[in-house]
């Protein structure tokens, strides 16, 4: 069992910063990708920051040059650095991972979703 955990949403003004924290924890062999996803009411589930099986890190365009992403990978943890927020930034965040779990016999491929944590961002 694989375990995707995060932290750090809450309430804040515009203009302000947030940093979200996910860590993957339990039976993992490997991990392929990983990153944050978003969705606000009514609006489907959409990218927001995640790095790629080569180490390259993908941006929504609506947050370049706002948001960053980084990685402990001796961890399995990454993080969403969250400047310049906006009021259409509120959504709940999601970290998810395509990666290998450890079934006890093989490796098995898996994608695996957090529980989410909700970001409100105030006018």
């Known amino acids: 069992q694989v375990q995707m955990v995060e932290s750090g949403g809450g309430l804040v003004q515009a203009g302000g910063s947030l940093r979200l924290s996910c860590l993957a924890s339990g039976r993992i062999c490997s991990i392929y990708t990983m990153g944050w996803y978003r969705q606000a009411p009514g609006k489907q589930r959409e990218l927001v920051a995640g790095?790629?099986?080569?180490?390259?890190?993908d941006y929504h365009d609506s947050v370049k040059g706002r948001f960053a992403i980084s990685r402990d990978n001796t961890k399995n943890l990454i993080y969403l650095q969250m400047n310049s927020l906006k009021p259409e930034d509120t959504a709940v965040y999601y970290c998810?991972?395509?990666?290998?779990?450890?079934?006890?016999?093989?490796?098995?491929?898996?994608?695996?979703w957090g529980q989410g944590t909700q970001v409100t961002v105030s006018s």
């Open positions: 998810n991972s395509d990666l290998t779990e450890n079934t006890g016999t093989y490796c098995r491929r898996q994608n695996y």
């Open positions: 790095f790629s099986p080569g180490g390259q890190t």
